[in-house]
């Protein structure tokens, strides 16, 4: 798809802005307008990204263009092989104006500030207006969220959620109080499975002749890329994306909220939606995916727990996480609280581990390009706050291996949820825990050589020496929080020479996992 002839606005249209209706693309005359699509392979090489999350992204963004064609537009999309592409956004973009030579250059808001930074530059060396559209895809404009975070010491995502609730008028009832008495049904919605779980299997589109294209594009293209390819199943149109939709509301949101937090070896999937990639993507809009919850609650296909927990993810913690992205501003990027100067082991890009969590866990990414939210938070996010690894390691790591990461979504979970690297914006104390919480939580112990009970000796679980260890080291700074308090005692109460044999312990896993952290915080 070239478009030749004179070209009034330009749209370009970004990877995971896939919406017929944003912003940018409103108002756009296809006699004298165009969308302008770009695939470069600096967006896969930043960092080292899995092949799932490459092929999702290049064949979403192909079927979209095919769409839009469909409907008449004009769009100008530069393929990957092209010979002449420069593989950056900014060359592209360059090129592209040279070539068409348009009035104006019209984007939907960015999801990312270097991506933004890069628009703006290659639009001000070509000499050419640009406009950004706000980004409607989203609950909360970023002057909403800063609104709300005037005059806050510290931001509540619970607070946040529950003045989204009231403002949306979202599972409230007449006298103003919440659905069903609670905000939030945290208590009811933390079981673990006695037994191999039954979930049905979810919607998996099969690959149609563009998406096979793409994949072996990918495959010949990036083979050093971690990830396989062979799994591929995520929705890269709208409509299978409202298809997957349907799916979990009727097979699997009635069991989510109970089960939301658990993990069982070899079940991925399990009763999550698999929805963040199509809502990333834009191939989703976040109000029909309330709306078909809240459905569900009303026609009593659900119970109020587990719609109550989807609808937290969408409109409170999807909404909080964009905002503090936004309103932390570029040097979010660079923090890091705890002091903590790690590698990651090399694990997180094979798998092979004795520690059957971490193998379980990475295995899957490696397969799927998927986690769920606790696998993220409590096993390959928890081993690496404890284990010290710099944050913005981890999170280069996540952005580069979950099919649905994008900078906006993942920065914030990772440096500030799940390495507490922000000083505790995002989250008000670290989700450190030890190999006690996921023995509880999952089956994985059973199949691991290590003893989730043990902080010392050759059986000692990693996780729970690790767990002791970072606490140690930090107790001093943790004691100073109140949610911290009760532990921090427990660690005090530790006698000096089991305190040493830990942290050395901990310094010996160090040296053979090959994380080698420089400077320990106090």
């Known amino acids: 798809m070239r478009v030749t002839g004179p070209v009034r606005h330009l749209a370009l249209v970004l990877g995971d802005q896939l919406d017929?209706?944003?912003?940018?693309?409103?108002?756009?005359?296809?006699?004298?307008?165009?969308?302008?699509?770009?695939?470069?392979?600096?967006?896969?090489?930043?960092?080292?990204?899995?092949?799932?999350?490459?092929?999702?992204?290049?064949?979403?963004?192909?079927?979209?263009?095919?769409?839009?064609?469909?409907?008449?537009?004009?769009?100008?999309?530069?393929?990957?092989?092209?010979?002449?592409?420069?593989?950056?956004?900014?060359g592209e973009l360059k090129r592209v104006i040279q070539a068409l030579n348009p009035a104006a250059l019209r984007c939907t808001f960015p999801g990312e500030w270097r991506v933004k930074r890069e628009i703006e530059a290659a639009a001000q060396q070509a000499e050419v207006p640009l406009v950004l559209w706000p980004d409607g895809h989203f609950l909360t404009t970023t002057e909403d969220f800063a609104r709300w975070m005037a005059g806050r010491k510290q931001p509540v995502m619970e607070h946040f959620y529950r003045a989204q609730r009231r403002a949306l008028g979202i599972l409230m009832g007449p006298s103003g109080d919440p659905t069903g008495g609670q905000w939030n049904f945290d208590r009811q919605n933390r079981q673990s499975f006695q037994r191999r779980p039954i979930a049905a299997a979810p919607y998996a589109p099969r690959p149609d002749a563009v998406t096979r294209e793409v994949l072996a594009l990918v495959e010949g293209r990036f083979p050093k890329n971690p990830g396989l390819l062979q799994s591929f199943r995520w929705p890269v149109t709208r409509a299978?994306?409202?298809?997957?939709?349907?799916?979990?509301?009727?097979?699997?949101?009635?069991?989510?909220?109970?089960?939301?937090?658990?993990?069982?070896?070899?079940?991925?999937?399990l009763y999550h939606s698999l929805l963040s990639s199509a809502l990333n993507l834009k191939l989703l809009n976040p109000r029909e995916c309330v709306a078909a919850a809240l459905g569900a609650l009303e026609s009593g296909a659900a119970p109020l727990e587990s719609v109550e927990g989807f609808v937290r993810q969408i409109i409170g913690w999807r909404e909080f996480i964009r905002g503090i992205y936004w309103h932390s501003g570029p040097e979010y990027a660079a923090r890091n609280a705890l002091d903590q100067h790690g590698r990651l082991p090399a694990f997180y890009w094979s798998g092979r581990t004795e520690m059957a969590c971490l193998r379980e866990?990475?295995?899957?990414?490696?397969?799927?390009?998927?986690?769920?939210?606790?696998?993220?938070?409590?096993?390959?996010?928890?081993?690496?706050?404890?284990?010290?690894?710099?944050?913005?390691?981890?999170?280069?790591?996540?952005?580069?291996?979950?099919?649905?990461?994008?900078?906006?979504?993942?920065?914030?979970?990772?440096?500030?949820?799940?390495?507490?690297?922000?000083?505790?914006?995002?989250?008000?104390?670290?989700?450190?825990?030890?190999?006690?919480?996921?023995?509880?939580?999952?089956?994985y112990c059973a199949s691991c050589r290590y003893k989730p009970g043990n902080r010392t000796g050759s059986?000692?679980?990693?996780?729970?020496?690790?767990?002791?260890?970072?606490?140690?080291?930090?107790?001093?700074?943790?004691?100073?929080?109140?949610?911290?308090?009760?532990?921090?005692?427990?660690?005090?109460?530790?006698?000096?020479?089991?305190?040493?044999?830990?942290?050395?312990?901990?310094?010996?896993?160090?040296?053979?996992?090959?994380?080698?952290?420089?400077?320990?915080?106090?």
Request: charge should be neutral.
């Open 20 to 90: 017929p209706q944003a912003g940018a693309l409103t108002s756009l005359d296809p006699a004298r307008d165009a969308l302008l699509m770009l695939e470069v392979a600096e967006e896969s090489t930043h960092v080292a990204s899995h092949k799932q999350r490459i092929a999702l992204f290049l064949s979403a963004m192909r079927h979209f263009a095919m769409e839009r064609v469909r409907d008449g537009y004009r769009v100008h999309y530069v393929p990957l092989d092209e010979p002449r592409n420069t593989q950056t956004l900014g």
């Open 240 to 269: 299978q994306a409202l298809r997957g939709l349907d799916d979990f509301i009727q097979n699997r949101l009635p069991e989510f909220g109970a089960y939301q937090d658990a993990m069982w070896a070899g079940e991925p999937f």
């Open 361 to 443: 866990s990475i295995g899957q990414v490696l397969e799927t390009g998927y986690g769920h939210h606790i696998q993220r938070l409590m096993v390959t996010g928890n081993f690496a706050l404890i284990a010290g690894v710099h944050p913005r390691v981890i999170s280069d790591w996540y952005l580069a291996m979950y099919v649905d990461a994008v900078d906006w979504v993942t920065l914030p979970n990772t440096l500030g949820m799940v390495m507490h690297a922000d000083g505790g914006l995002v989250g008000t104390k670290p989700y450190a825990a030890s190999g006690r919480y996921i023995q509880r939580m999952s089956n």
């Open 459 to 522: 059986d000692a679980c990693p996780f729970t020496t690790f767990y002791w260890d970072f606490l140690i080291r930090n107790r001093r700074r943790f004691g100073r929080n109140h949610r911290m308090s009760v532990i921090v005692q427990q660690v005090n109460r530790i006698p000096a020479d089991e305190q040493a044999a830990i942290l050395s312990a901990a310094q010996e896993r160090r040296a053979a996992l090959g994380v080698l952290v420089e400077t320990d915080g106090g």
